[in-house]
């Protein structure tokens, strides 16, 4: 195959992963949410995590947790890190320098964020056995590092190849990254699981802008060869 093809092949694929890892999350999130057996599931009171716990009747910060497919979810998180890890990695590629290893390192911290929370779920079993450290702490690494390198991607878009409207993605990575903070930070405004939907959120309106950058740069590529 020559660098040419290469390099196309590469665009389609982490376009097709920038859609993937979202898609493959909100499914899971809709279908656990369905099967939520502890009353109906609040999508503006209910953590996302809460649908990845593993202990049903238990209480946890106030709710009281049952999700029958908590495997659907966690296996939704880890879909998500792995698309994520690969979306930049390529990304990475496009850049070269250390501007490119930083971002393809970030990318796959993001990867071990969501694989955390999947590992150590939100909820009593955690807090039991002290890993729900682990579980804040990968959910926090995961949000922070995606939006941030959607940040630094839009801002350099000319440099990572791709056209100058997906800048987008900088708005979108500050509304998370503002959405982060105030999941984080004691407030009045609105239930903290809406703020981190806020977060969570924009990363996949960000992976939508790229993905689409990234099939419009290989059409780009293709018709100049």
Same mark, same amino acid.
């Given at each position: 195959?020559?660098?040419?093809?290469?390099? #196309?092949?590469? &665009?389609r694929? @982490? @376009?097709?992963? =920038?859609?993937?890892g979202?898609?493959?999350? +909100?499914?899971? $999130? =809709?279908?656990?949410?369905? @099967?939520?057996?502890?009353?109906?599931?609040?999508?503006?009171?209910?953590? *996302?995590?809460?649908?990845?716990?593993?202990?049903c009747?238990? $209480?946890?910060?106030? #709710?009281?947790?049952?999700?029958?497919?908590?495997?659907?979810?966690?296996?939704?998180?880890?879909?998500?890190?792995?698309?994520?890890?690969?979306?930049? &990695?390529? /990304?990475?590629?496009?850049?070269?320098?250390?501007?490119?290893? /930083?971002?393809?390192?970030?990318?796959?911290?993001v990867?071990?964020?969501?694989?955390?929370?999947? +590992?150590?779920?939100?909820?009593? $079993?955690?807090?039991?056995?002290?890993? *729900?450290?682990?579980?804040?702490?990968?959910? =926090?690494?995961? *949000?922070?590092? @995606?939006n941030?390198?959607?940040v630094?991607?839009?801002?350099?878009?000319? #440099?990572?190849?791709?056209?100058?409207?997906?800048?987008?993605?900088?708005?979108?990575?500050?509304?998370? /990254?503002?959405?982060?903070? /105030?999941?984080?930070?004691?407030?009045?405004? =609105? $239930?903290?699981?809406?703020?981190?939907?806020?977060?969570?959120y924009? *990363?996949?309106?960000?992976?939508?802008?790229?993905?689409?950058? +990234?099939?419009?740069?290989? #059409?780009?590529?293709?018709?100049?060869?």
């Amino acid at each position: 195959m020559r660098p040419a093809e290469t390099s #196309r092949a590469l &665009t389609r694929l @982490a @376009a097709v992963l =920038a859609f993937l890892g979202p898609v493959a999350f +909100l499914v899971a $999130e =809709a279908v656990s949410a369905v @099967a939520w057996s502890a009353g109906a599931y609040d999508y503006g009171v209910n953590f *996302i995590s809460d649908l990845g716990t593993t202990v049903c009747g238990a $209480e946890y910060g106030g #709710r009281v947790m049952c999700s029958p497919l908590h495997a659907v979810m966690n296996a939704g998180f880890v879909t998500m890190g792995l698309s994520m890890g690969g979306l930049f &990695t390529v /990304l990475a590629l496009r850049r070269r320098g250390a501007v490119g290893v /930083l971002v393809a390192v970030a990318g796959w911290s993001v990867t071990l964020g969501m694989f955390l929370v999947a +590992l150590f779920p939100g909820g009593a $079993e955690s807090v039991g056995d002290g890993t *729900i450290v682990l579980h804040v702490l990968g959910a =926090a690494v995961a *949000i922070l590092f @995606a939006n941030a390198l959607f940040v630094v991607v839009g801002a350099r878009a000319r #440099r990572f190849g791709l056209p100058a409207w997906s800048a987008a993605t900088v708005v979108l990575g500050v509304v998370g /990254l503002v959405g982060l903070v /105030l999941t984080l930070a004691p407030q009045e405004l =609105a $239930e903290p699981a809406v703020f981190e939907r806020v977060a969570v959120y924009s *990363i996949f309106a960000a992976c939508g802008v790229t993905g689409a950058a +990234l099939l419009a740069a290989s #059409r780009r590529t293709r018709a100049r060869s």
